[in-house]
């Protein structure tokens, strides 16, 4: 009887469990939407409100593609997976939010593989099989295994050309795609066999063809040696060149330049580079370079992987290092690090771009420090500026002793004297002004936030200030702006400045906490000055009006007549000196406020 009971109370923890992982599973499905030729922005901005969980993306970048699908009973993650199949997109989950950015075509793992023969069906091994752009830039090479066959990984799917060599064949070529390329057969050269040498021998059993096969080559080696012994071409064309040119006028190399390039003027590489190249004027590669190059006017490469320094010039479509400007260096794509005593012109860069003056870059996902000016479209990570940083799109940090702009922010901004953004969901900071058409958390004196609240308050406090102020801000925090006066004393000018939060907790009520700091009057060098923090109850009447009270803790420093004149000697807490009194309280503050 106790072994049924037990196996009873197994079998109903079973269910119990089942039913707990399933309702458990249900209520993670909590996204359900139909949506039909939507702008992809606000598909995830739905998903977000149902889901919670913040999403991070680029309008800028989104806006263009659209969603038509229906999601029902499933979680955010998967939601955005769904809508965003077969875009150029990818979400990244972390704790706090989803971040959206564009997949990136070296991410890819892709690759091509074949076979390589002779024109009798032999494979050929050790074969070398190097792989090209359509416009000449290597890209990666392998050799042929004993079987003939290659296989070489790539990161891109798009058409590339295809260069098979080996000793004592002509070079094959051939436009390909990533995949299979199947059987390329090889022909023999005959120049390439200028001095051959030919032994044999016949047996009685063997006819003519059987003794063809017993047959072996002696490639010349000459021609073997002219391939690698390094070879110096003042003026002319040549082919193969692994060696140093010094031009002139002239020097044309169609492939292989791997030595040093010395131009008076001209050098010209058609394709691959390797060394070094340094112009008094030009050096031109129409297609890879891989060492560095040095420039006092011009170095014209299509591919670039080393380093470039320009006096003046350094002009490239792709450089994955360093590039380092007196004047100019203008590149495509650049994945290492821009240093510029003057401009530095990229359309993707990745790594870290400091500034003596300017840096302008498309997409930067690194760090940009500017001793003045660096211009980007997109940056995701964090801006230095001592004199400005202008972004398209900010998602990290933006930080400047003068000024920042940018069109979205979701991070931070720090400015010492102003801040401009379209729509900032993090915090702008500003000594003075902050200017955005959304913003969350402005801190500055002035806000200027399209969507915010602008209002003036008239105030009055313990201690007799009756003050007109200008308050403006955003979503939750406000600036505090205002002059008035105090008829307690001689010098009645009042002047109030300070920073507000702002709590919802319903309609029709908030709760205001602000943080200000008031002069009053001047008298002998000797300013009267109040520092306060009151926390405020904020009833809505209607629309445009508010009527707010309440208490503060208040810090006064003045000299003794003012003390006995605005206030009594009771208090919290009080320190008398040389230069005045000090003196804690508790007070009082009551206002009406017009919003517009």
Same mark, same amino acid.
């Not at 993306?57 to 806006?63: P, Y």
């Not at 930067?364 to 420090?369: C, D, E, K, P, T």
């Given at each position: 009887?106790k072994?049924? !009971?037990?196996?009873?109370?197994?079998?109903w923890?079973?269910?119990a469990?089942?039913?707990?992982?399933?309702?458990?599973?249900r209520?993670? %499905?909590?996204i359900?939407?139909?949506?039909?030729?939507?702008? #992809?922005?606000?598909a995830?901005?739905l998903?977000?409100q149902q889901?919670?969980?913040?999403?991070i993306?680029?309008?800028?970048?989104?806006?263009k593609?659209?969603?038509?699908?229906?999601?029902?009973?499933?979680?955010?993650?998967?939601?955005?997976?769904h809508?965003?199949?077969?875009?150029?997109?990818?979400?990244?989950?972390?704790?706090?939010?989803?971040?959206?950015?564009?997949k990136?075509?070296?991410?890819a793992?892709?690759?091509?593989?074949?076979?390589v023969?002779d024109v009798?069906g032999e494979?050929?091994?050790?074969?070398?099989?190097?792989?090209?752009?359509?416009?000449?830039?290597y890209v990666n090479?392998?050799?042929?295994?004993?079987?003939g066959?290659f296989?070489?990984?790539?990161?891109?799917?798009e058409e590339?050309?295809?260069?098979?060599s080996?000793?004592?064949y002509?070079?094959?070529?051939?436009?390909?795609?990533?995949?299979?390329?199947?059987?390329?057969?090889?022909?023999?050269?005959?120049?390439?066999?200028?001095?051959?040498?030919?032994?044999?021998?016949r047996a009685e059993?063997r006819?003519e063809?059987?003794?063809?096969?017993?047959?072996?080559?002696?490639?010349?080696?000459?021609?073997?040696?002219a391939?690698?012994?390094?070879?110096?071409?003042?003026?002319?064309?040549?082919?193969? !060149?692994?060696?140093?040119?010094?031009?002139?006028?002239?020097?044309?190399?169609?492939?292989?330049?791997?030595?040093?390039?010395i131009?008076?003027?001209?050098?010209?590489v058609?394709d691959?580079?390797?060394?070094?190249?340094?112009?008094?004027?030009?050096?031109?590669?129409g %297609?890879?370079y891989?060492?560095?190059?040095?420039s006092?006017?011009g170095?014209?490469?299509?591919?670039?992987?080393?380093?470039q320094?320009?006096?003046? %010039?350094n002009i490239?479509?792709?450089?994955?290092?360093?590039?380092?400007?007196g004047?100019t260096n203008?590149?495509k794509?650049?994945? %290492?690090?821009?240093?510029s005593?003057?401009?530095?012109?990229s359309?993707?860069?990745?790594?870290?771009?400091?500034?003596?003056?300017?840096?302008?870059?498309k997409d930067?996902?690194?760090?940009?420090?500017g001793?003045?000016?660096?211009?980007?479209?997109?940056?995701?990570?964090l801006?230095?500026?001592?004199?400005?940083?202008?972004?398209?799109?900010l998602?990290?940090?933006?930080?400047?002793?003068?000024?920042?702009?940018?069109?979205?922010?979701?991070?931070?901004?720090?400015?010492?004297?102003?801040?401009v953004a379209?729509r900032?969901?993090?915090?702008?900071?500003?000594?003075? #002004?902050?200017?955005?058409?959304?913003?969350? &958390?402005?801190?500055?004196?002035?806000?200027?936030?399209?969507?915010?609240d602008?209002?003036?308050a008239?105030?009055?406090?313990m201690?007799g200030?009756?003050?007109?102020s200008?308050?403006?801000?955003?979503k939750?925090t406000?600036?505090i702006?205002g002059v008035?006066?105090?008829?307690?004393?001689?010098e009645?000018l009042?002047?109030?400045?300070?920073?507000?939060?702002?709590?919802?907790?319903c309609?029709?009520l908030?709760v205001?906490?602000e &943080?200000k700091?008031?002069?009053?009057?001047?008298?002998?060098g000797?300013t009267?000055?109040? &520092?306060?923090y009151l926390?405020?109850?904020s009833?809505?009447l209607?629309?445009h009006?508010?009527?707010?009270?309440?208490a503060?803790?208040n810090?006064?420093?003045?000299?003794?007549a003012?003390?006995a004149?605005?206030?009594s000697?009771?208090g919290?807490w009080r320190k008398e000196?040389?230069r005045g009194?000090g003196?804690?309280?508790?007070?009082?503050?009551?206002?009406?406020?017009?919003? &517009?």
């Open positions: 009887m072994q049924k !009971r037990t196996t009873a109370c197994r079998v923890m079973s269910i469990i089942m039913l707990a992982t399933a309702l458990g599973v209520a993670q %499905g909590n359900t939407l139909k949506l039909l030729d939507e702008p #992809l922005p606000k995830l901005q998903i977000e889901g919670g969980k913040s999403i993306f680029s309008v800028s970048e989104t806006e593609h659209r969603v038509s699908t229906d999601l029902s009973g499933i979680t955010q993650a998967e939601a955005i997976d809508i965003l199949w077969g875009k150029p997109f990818v979400a990244k989950e972390r704790p706090e939010c989803f971040v959206i950015q564009r990136k075509d070296r991410d793992s892709l690759g091509i593989a074949g076979m023969m009798k494979p050929i091994p050790n074969c070398n099989v190097q792989v090209f752009t359509t416009d000449s830039v090479g392998a050799t042929t295994d004993k079987e066959c296989s070489i990984p790539l990161k891109r799917d590339y050309r295809m260069q098979v080996y000793i004592g002509k070079t094959a070529y051939r436009q390909c795609q990533v995949g299979h390329v199947g059987t390329i057969v090889m022909n023999h050269d005959a120049m390439r066999l200028s001095e051959v040498k030919v032994t044999g021998m059993s006819n063809e059987q003794a063809d096969t017993l047959r072996t080559v002696a490639v010349s080696r000459r021609k073997q040696a391939e690698v012994i390094p070879s110096v071409n003042i003026i002319g064309v040549s082919n193969n !060149r692994k060696s140093l040119a010094l031009g002139a006028l002239g020097n044309v190399v169609r492939e292989k330049a791997y030595g040093l390039q131009a008076g003027l001209s050098n010209h058609g691959m580079g390797g060394g070094v190249a340094i112009a008094g004027l030009s050096n031109t590669s %297609g890879s891989y060492g560095i190059q040095v006092g006017l170095n014209i490469s299509r591919g670039m992987m080393g380093i320094v320009a006096g003046l %010039g490239t479509r792709d450089t994955r290092a360093i590039q380092v400007a004047l203008i590149s794509e650049l994945y %290492g690090i821009q240093i005593g003057l401009t530095n012109i359309q993707d860069a990745y790594g870290l771009q400091l500034a003596g003056l300017t840096n302008i870059s930067v996902y690194g760090l940009q420090v001793g003045l000016t660096n211009i980007a479209q997109d940056t995701y990570g801006q230095l500026a001592g004199l400005f940083n202008v972004s398209h799109d998602y990290g940090m933006q930080l400047a002793g003068l000024f920042n702009c940018a069109k979205d922010v979701y991070g931070l901004q720090f400015a010492g004297l102003m801040n379209k900032a969901r993090g915090v702008q900071f500003a000594a003075i #002004l902050n200017v955005a058409e959304e913003s969350d &958390f402005p801190i500055g004196l002035i806000n200027i936030i399209k969507q915010g602008k209002g003036v008239l105030t009055y406090d201690l200030n009756a003050v007109m200008f308050r403006s801000g955003g939750y406000y600036g702006f008035g006066c105090n008829a307690q004393i001689e009645r009042v002047v109030e400045a300070g920073y507000g939060l702002q709590v919802p907790v309609r029709w908030d205001n906490n &943080f700091a008031t002069t009053m009057g001047y008298n002998s000797y009267r000055s109040n &520092f306060s926390l405020a109850p009833l809505t209607w629309r009006c508010n009527l707010f009270a309440g503060s803790i810090y006064f420093m003045s000299d003794r003012s003390a004149t605005l206030l000697n009771a919290l000196g040389d009194i003196q804690l309280y508790l007070g009082y503050q009551v206002g009406v406020q017009y919003v &517009f």
